[in-house]
C-alpha cells in the first residue's frame, strides 16, 4: 500500500508563505500522478493542487491559482507545495495522494487514493 509522509505545515500570519513537502515512504515516486488535498473543520475535502509523473501536467483549484506552485523532485522522492500569500481561509490539514489517472484533467480530485496523515496549516494573525 502506498504511503505519504506529509510536513512543512505550521502557524503563519496572513500574506505569508510556507512550502509543505510530500514524501514517499516504501515506494518510488516517480511512477505517479500526485495530488494535494486539504479539509478543514466542518468543510468538504478539496483538491487543491495535482502534477503528473513528468510535471507536464498541472492543475490548481481555482481558490489557490497565482498563489500555489506544485513541484516534484523524483530523485529526492518528494512532490512541494510552495504556498504564497496565504490567508486565513487556507487553514486546513493539508495532505497527499497518489492520483489514479495519468493526466491532471478536470476529475483528477476526484480519482485519489489514500491520503498522508497530514500537515496542519494555519494561517492567523
Known amino acids: 500500500q502506498l504511503q505519504f509522509v506529509e510536513s512543512g505545515g505550521g502557524l503563519v500570519q496572513p500574506g505569508g508563505s510556507l512550502r509543505l513537502s510530500c514524501a514517499a515512504s516504501?515506494?518510488?515516486?516517480?511512477?505517479?500522478?500526485i495530488g494535494w488535498f486539504r479539509q478543514a473543520p466542518g468543510k468538504e475535502p478539496e483538491g487543491v493542487a495535482c502534477?503528473?509523473?513528468?510535471?507536464?501536467?498541472?492543475n490548481y483549484a481555482d481558490s489557490v491559482k497565482g498563489r500555489f506552485t506544485i513541484s516534484r523532485d523524483n530523485a529526492k522522492n518528494t512532490v512541494y507545495l510552495q504556498m504564497n500569500s496565504l490567508k486565513p481561509d487556507d487553514t486546513a490539514g493539508y495532505h497527499c495522494?497518489?492520483?489514479?489517472?495519468?493526466?491532471?484533467?478536470?476529475?483528477?480530485?476526484?480519482?485519489?487514493?489514500?491520503w498522508g496523515q497530514g500537515t496542519q496549516v494555519t494561517v492567523s494573525s
Open positions: 502534477i503528473s509523473t513528468s510535471g507536464a501536467s498541472i
Open positions: 495522494a497518489a492520483v489514479l489517472i495519468p493526466r491532471c484533467d478536470r476529475t483528477w480530485y476526484t480519482q485519489a487514493g489514500k
Open positions: 516504501g515506494f518510488t515516486l516517480d511512477y505517479y500522478t
